[in-house]
């Protein structure tokens, strides 16, 4: 039952780097998002997928990349890191759109100095 | 643009106490509300998810309460435990997009 899984759990970044956040799910859901937490903020929609080949863009894109290739990975690409982008990370996906349960991956902690 | 507002920001109960979490948001035409739960650094649990046609949801010791009409949900945790400490946030789910709420940090003391 691995469900939502995210890598890496803990990463230090220099400002100017790149890295992905890696996202996987294995219950062939259509819909698969990222978000980001701060403190006092709650979460806000980074991107969202709504299929394979099918991204947008949600509340903060600003400095993040993502593609779908496949059903069931969805990876985040920070191209230039910012220490702004210092944040906790988190993957969801469900089965389309309405009424269905979103379900989360344990959460990426991300720190840019 | 979906507002999600939680209060209070922060409550503290004696042990037994009942907690009453209030969510509110701004927009109506959702597809479902969802309470989670979050411990300091770790992920986040769903405890409650709510249809736009339902008016209540129940688990255990907890209850989550909706009025879509007037833009409001309750979560309701009887006799309340130190292991219920923790951060709360409400979603409101609108098509393919999830609007949280900033949470409710409860404190339960033995």
């Known amino acids: ?113 | 643009k979906q507002e999600v507002t939680q209060i209070p920001a922060a409550l503290s109960v004696p042990e037994g106490e009942n907690l009453v979490l209030n969510c509110s948001f701004t927009d109506s035409a959702i597809y479902n509300l969802q309470w989670f739960r979050q411990d300091p650094g770790k992920g986040l649990t769903s405890l409650l998810l709510i249809q736009s046609s339902q008016r209540e949801q129940t688990s255990g010791r907890l209850n989550a309460s909706l009025d879509k009409s007037s833009g409001r949900s309750t979560l309701y945790i009887a006799a309340s435990q130190p292991g219920d400490s923790a951060t709360y946030l409400c979603a409101v789910r609108d098509d393919y997009k999830l609007s949280f709420g900033a949470g409710t940090t409860v404190t339960v003391r033995a």
């Not at chain 1, 219950?27 to 937490?37: D, L, P, V």
């Not at chain 1, 929609?45 to 863009?57: E, K, M, N």
Request: net charge neutral; charged share 15%.
């Open chain 1, 1 to 113: 039952n691995a469900g939502v899984t995210q890598t890496p759990k803990f990463q230090v970044l220099k400002t100017g780097q790149s890295m992905t956040l890696q996202c996987a799910q294995d219950m062939n859901h259509e819909y698969m998002s990222w978000y980001r937490q701060d403190p006092g903020m709650g979460l806000r929609l980074i991107h969202y997928s709504v299929g394979a080949g099918i991204t947008d863009q949600g509340e903060v894109p600003n400095g993040y990349n993502v593609s779908r290739s496949t059903t069931e990975d969805f990876p985040l690409r920070l191209l230039s890191a910012a220490p702004s982008q210092t944040s906790v990370y988190f993957c969801a996906s469900s089965s389309g759109r309405g009424g269905n349960t979103i379900y989360f991956g344990e959460g990426s902690w991300l720190t840019v100095v």
